[in-house]
């Protein structure tokens, strides 16, 4: 399909885990946004790249949260160390630019921290 | 800062009737870009409406239209002739200078038969 993906669907793991999510944006799209919706909660901005430009990394919560971008298209977000309250479902986004351009979403990663 | 408030978490709505969704933002830029997303159970979000804040028509997109009253920083969702596939979260989004998008925490939305 021609949508973003992410990979794992679900993914259960143990505190003090690291855990990987991956995420395929629209082919194309310059733009990578990654999200955090937590229960009953609205999306939490995590981190943003756009093309070469250095990522915003303003939202990470913590230093114990990382993401990469290789080849301006694939993404992976890194959680090292988890903690309990890391369980949400994380969303990732892209879009064709910058400034109001609709992101599109893909199905989200949904995390458990046992 | 920048943030968009959601007053009301839960609503219902007979099937066929109209039903709004209100939003309001905060923020001290001119120019900028207002959206409305639904989340269905399936987790997926969609885009239902996209709003340019220096444009002073309301969006439309087929039974979806909204309310923008930039002096009063609202922007409400009408939903017409609402139907059982309208079932899900709402959620209203403010994208900022800096490319961040700034959501809020949702109305969930129920079409009862």
């Known amino acids: 399909g021609a949508g973003v993906s992410q990979s794992p669907s679900n993914k259960v793991t143990e505190k003090g885990k690291d855990v990987e999510l991956r995420c395929d944006p629209i082919s194309g799209h310059t733009a990578l946004y990654w999200y955090r919706q937590s229960l009953g909660q609205g999306l939490e901005f995590l981190i943003y790249?756009?093309?070469?430009?250095?990522?915003?990394k303003s939202g990470l919560p913590s230093d114990r949260f990382s993401a990469e971008r290789t080849g301006g298209s694939v993404s992976t977000l890194t959680i090292q160390r988890t903690q309990q309250e890391d369980s949400a479902v994380y969303l990732c986004?892209?879009?064709?630019?910058?400034?109001?351009?609709?992101?599109?979403f893909g199905p989200g990663t949904r995390l458990l921290v046992l | 800062a920048q943030t968009v408030t959601q007053s009301q978490p839960e609503m219902s709505v007979q099937e066929a009737e109209t039903v709004t969704l209100s939003c309001t933002y905060d923020t001290s830029e001119n120019n900028y870009y207002l959206f409305w997303y639904k989340q269905p159970p399936s987790r997926q979000m969609i885009l239902v409406i996209r709003q340019e804040a220096y444009k002073q028509q309301n969006a439309t997109e087929n039974r979806f239209s909204v309310n923008f009253q930039k002096a009063a920083k609202s922007f409400s969702l009408k939903i017409s002739d609402s139907q059982l596939g309208d079932t899900a979260m709402y959620f209203c989004?403010?994208?900022?200078?800096?490319?961040?998008?700034?959501f809020g925490t949702g109305t969930s939305l129920t079409v009862i038969p």
């Open positions: 989004a403010f994208i900022s200078t800096g490319n961040q998008f700034y």
């Open positions: 986004a892209s879009s064709a630019g910058t400034r109001g351009e609709t992101q599109y």
């Open positions: 790249f756009q093309g070469n430009s250095a990522p915003d």
